[in-house]
């Protein structure tokens, strides 16, 4: 079935500093990746969609200079945080369709925390 | 933006008992999708539906496609420990690529 990896699982950085996320479809070509933010005891919230190839298309509140978001392969995308606050802090997670699913397959989600 | 609603938020129930949970919409969707979610990790997908009235089951676990295409509940027989976690429903409206999620229902179950 469809893997989707995601790493690191986990990250602590000081506040300021940028942090890459990364997307990886391990046995499909993900053509439209989807980045979330959950909050503890919360749904999960898109911040954006990549298409590869394509600019992200990021949701109303989204600060697209801030989660800088990059698909440039039919296998990866890679999510920036760029100058984290700690209010940055949360769990982001991903998740990637391909041209023969129509299934959204999920990464194991990263923990976030800036300090 | 566009919300799907989910309930309930949360259960207790003892092991071995049913449970059922769905999820209601304004809107139409053409896919429904109940994922579970363990902490610290991402969602896994339990049961996809695609057709307005489907009814599919994985296991103990049973969902249907309400025939209005606005709804969708999610059975869980003979609940288990490992059933623990959080249930989220799915929807996708056609044209959308993005899937809209429900709030949640929160699992806890008493050996």
């Given at each position: 079935?469809?893997?989707?990896?995601?790493?690191?699982?986990?990250?602590?950085c000081?506040?300021?500093?940028?942090?890459?996320?990364?997307?990886?479809?391990?046995?499909?070509?993900?053509?439209?990746?989807?980045?979330?933010?959950?909050?503890?005891?919360?749904?999960?919230?898109?911040?954006?969609?990549?298409?590869?190839?394509?600019?992200?298309?990021?949701?109303?509140?989204?600060?697209?200079?801030?989660?800088?978001?990059?698909?440039?392969?039919?296998?990866?995308?890679?999510?920036?945080?760029?100058?984290?606050?700690?209010?940055?802090?949360?769990?982001?997670?991903?998740?990637?369709?391909?041209?023969?699913?129509?299934g959204?397959?999920?990464?194991?989600?990263?923990?976030?925390t800036?300090? | 933006?566009?919300?799907?609603n989910?309930?309930p938020?949360s259960?207790?129930?003892?092991?071995?008992?049913?449970?059922?949970?769905?999820?209601?919409?304004?809107?139409?969707?053409?896919?429904w999708?109940?994922?579970?979610?363990?902490?610290?990790?991402?969602?896994?997908?339990?049961?996809?539906?695609?057709?307005?009235?489907?009814?599919?089951?994985?296991?103990?676990?049973?969902?249907?496609?309400?025939?209005?295409?606005?709804?969708?509940?999610?059975?869980?027989?003979?609940?288990?420990?490992?059933?623990?976690?959080?249930?989220?429903?799915?929807?996708?409206?056609?044209?959308?690529?993005?899937?809209?999620?429900?709030?949640?229902?929160?699992?806890?179950?008493?050996?």
């Open positions: 079935g469809a893997v989707v990896s995601q790493h690191p699982s986990w990250v602590i000081k506040s300021g500093t940028s942090v890459k996320i990364e997307c990886r479809s391990l046995d499909f070509q993900a053509t439209t990746m989807f980045w979330y933010r959950q909050f503890p005891k919360q749904s999960l919230m898109l911040m954006a969609t990549s298409n590869e190839g394509s600019k992200a298309t990021y949701e109303q509140g989204v600060e697209k200079d801030k989660f800088l978001i990059n698909h440039a392969s039919l296998t990866l995308s890679t999510l920036t945080v760029t100058s984290a606050h700690p209010e940055d802090s949360s769990f982001y997670i991903c998740s990637a369709t391909g041209t023969r699913s129509h959204y397959t999920f990464g194991s989600g990263t923990r976030l800036v300090v | 933006g566009q919300q799907l989910q309930s938020q259960m207790f129930i003892q092991e071995g008992e049913d449970v059922s949970m769905n999820c209601t919409s304004s809107s139409i969707f053409n896919t999708l109940w994922y579970k979610q363990d902490p610290g990790e991402g969602p896994v997908l339990l049961i996809a539906l695609y057709k307005a009235g489907e009814l599919t089951s994985n296991g103990r676990l049973t969902a249907q496609f309400g025939i209005t295409r606005k709804d969708s509940f999610l059975n869980i027989s003979a609940s288990i420990p490992s059933d623990v976690g959080i249930y989220f429903c799915a929807g996708h409206i056609q044209g959308a690529q993005k899937l809209v999620f429900g709030q949640g229902t929160r699992l806890t179950i008493n050996p």
